[in-house]
T-cell receptor, first 116, second 111 residues
Framework: GAVVSQHPSWVICKSGTSVKIECRSL??????MFWYRQFPKQSLMLMAT?????????EQGVEKDKFLINHASLTLSTLTVTSAHPEDSSFYIC????????????FGPGTRLTVL | DAKTTQPNSMESNEEEPVHLPCNHS???????IHWYRQLPSQGPEYVIH???SNVNNRMASLAIAEDRKSSTLILHRATLRDAAVYYC????????????FGTGTRLTVIP
């Protein structure tokens, strides 16, 4: 089956630093990638959608200057949390949709970010 | 986006069938019904999806009401590995085609 990987699986950083999370589709090309955030005991919240080679579309209430998304290739998207603060601590999950597919979407294992 | 309503939690005994309900009374004609599940500290996993007809795959069955205003995910024999949060999601392939997660149903499987 289609595999989506994320790196790192967890990261701890100091307040004010920036953190980059990578998302890769390992065995398919993903024209569209998604980033979600999940706080403890809550559901996933869609943060943004990105298409390869174009700017990401952010959901309402998500700061695009704080959460920088780059979808530079058909197999790689990155999320950079800039100037991270403790309230940014969360479980970040990426997802990828194969090119030409309307219904398939595969999720990565998630990255747990802890900001001290 | 059309909303879904699911019970917050359900319990099942191991090796017994489980029926997880989902109400989606405002479903539109272009909405597909998707089910995902999320095991603790993992990303969601696709389970099944359908439009109008009932669907079966190796993981589960999806029973869709004739008026499409509700559906039921059926796990034929629950195992301890099936303990997870199950999300019923409507996906509008005619629109943004994004997956928006609701609160889901937390399934506990009792040995």
């Amino acid at each position: 089956g289609a595999v989506v990987s994320q790196h790192p699986s967890w990261v701890i950083c100091k307040s004010g630093t920036s953190v980059k999370i990578e998302c890769r589709s390992l065995d398919f090309q993903a024209t569209t990638m998604f980033w979600y955030r999940q706080f403890p005991k809550q559901s996933l919240m869609l943060m943004a959608t990105s298409n390869e080679g174009s700017k990401a579309t952010y959901e309402q209430g998500v700061e695009k200057d704080k959460f920088l998304i780059n979808h530079a290739s058909l197999t790689l998207s990155t999320l950079t949390v800039t100037s991270a603060h403790p309230e940014d601590s969360s479980f970040y999950i990426c997802s990828a949709r194969p090119g030409g597919s309307y219904n398939e979407q595969f999720f990565g294992p998630g990255t747990r970010l802890t900001v001290l | 986006d059309a909303k879904t309503t699911q019970p917050n939690s359900m319990e099942s005994n191991e090796e017994e069938p489980v029926h997880l309900p989902c109400n989606h009374s405002t479903i539109s004609g272009t909405d597909y019904i998707h089910w995902y599940r999320q095991l603790p500290s993992q990303g969601p996993e696709y389970v099944i999806h359908g439009l109008t007809s009932n669907v079966n795959n190796r993981m589960a069955s999806l029973a869709i009401a004739e008026d499409r205003k509700s559906s039921t995910l059926i796990l034929h024999r629950a195992t301890l590995r099936d303990a997870a949060v199950y999300y019923c999601i409507l996906r509008d392939v005619g629109g943004a085609n994004n997956l928006f997660f609701g609160t889901g149903t937390r399934l506990t499987v009792i040995p």
